[in-house]
């Protein structure tokens, strides 16, 4: 029983790092990509305001979040769900 216990909750954080993992890498790579794309062009120009990288990457996470928020609520929502069946079953 106790076995069965400390392997459901391995598997839940195992499972919590993964939906981590998934709704962060879009807005983290966005962010990446737009950071790396400003600051060759920055270094082509030899432009250093720091607020130009800012402004671009603010907008592409709001398009990241506008394009694919809802998929990520699901994913936190279904990840909620699954928790809340899980510490029912073990209390229970």
């Known amino acids: 029983m106790m076995m069965d216990d400390s392997a459901s909750l391995l598997a839940l954080a195992d499972r919590m790092l993964w939906v981590t993992a998934l709704i962060a890498a879009p807005i983290l790579l966005s ?54 069946a899980a510490i029912a079953d073990i209390s229970g």
Do not use: Y
Not at 40 to 59: M, R, Y
Not at 74 to 82: P, V
């Open 31 to 84: 962010a990446l990509a737009v950071g790396l794309l400003v600051g060759v062009i920055q270094a082509a120009t030899s432009v250093n305001e720091q607020t130009l990288t800012f402004v671009p990457k603010l907008g592409m996470i709001a398009l990241v979040l506008v394009l694919f928020g809802a998929s990520m609520m699901t994913i936190t929502g279904d990840f909620f769900a699954d928790i809340f």
